[in-house]
């Protein structure tokens, strides 16, 4: 099943549960998958990576929105943005902890044969790849910056 399909069924139950924040972040999901599939030279259907990307994108506004609005003293639209983002994260892969992160991070610098801090490029270019959706970028550059120093 589709991401779309997901989000269109979630869409309609959380209609019939009257569940207005499910409803919004569903809809906002929507939203950016059609902007996407109508986009310039787009084939009108999006690959599962593409899906990946682009809730993991929607995951980190509304990551970087809560941590401004709590700054801020504004527990209204703090409240909203998690909510959101307890949403969106049902549809991402399992987030892997720090523990989890450092061990694939040791078997990709042994793979690559990084020696040290100049090879981060390298380790970076993989460990993106591999970890797509389930490690936040920052997490991931300072494990890496401190498995090689």
Excluded: N
């Excluded at 924040?21 to 310039?40: H, P, W």
């Excluded at 009108?44 to 509304?62: F, H, I, N, P």
Aim: aromatic fraction near 2%; proline fraction near 2%; charged fraction near 35%.
């Amino acid at each position: 099943m589709s991401l779309k399909s997901q989000v269109e069924s979630g869409i309609k139950d959380a209609m019939r549960a009257k569940d207005q924040d499910t409803l919004r972040a569903l809809r906002a999901i929507k939203s950016l998958i059609l902007l996407e599939e109508t986009k310039g030279g787009g084939t009108g259907e999006l690959s599962a990576d593409d899906e990946l990307k682009l809730l993991t994108k929607a995951a980190k506004q509304r990551r970087e929105s809560a941590d401004i609005y709590k700054t801020q003293g504004r527990p209204d639209l703090l409240e909203k943005e998690e909510a959101e983002l307890a949403v969106i994260e049902q549809f991402l892969p399992k987030q892997l902890t720090e523990d989890e992160i450092k061990a694939k991070l040791q078997e990709i610098i042994a793979r690559v044969g990084a020696a040290g801090p100049s090879d981060m490029g390298k380790v970076m270019g993989v460990a993106t790849k591999e970890l797509a959706g389930q490690a936040d970028g920052k997490i991931v550059s300072a494990l890496v910056k401190g498995l090689l120093a």
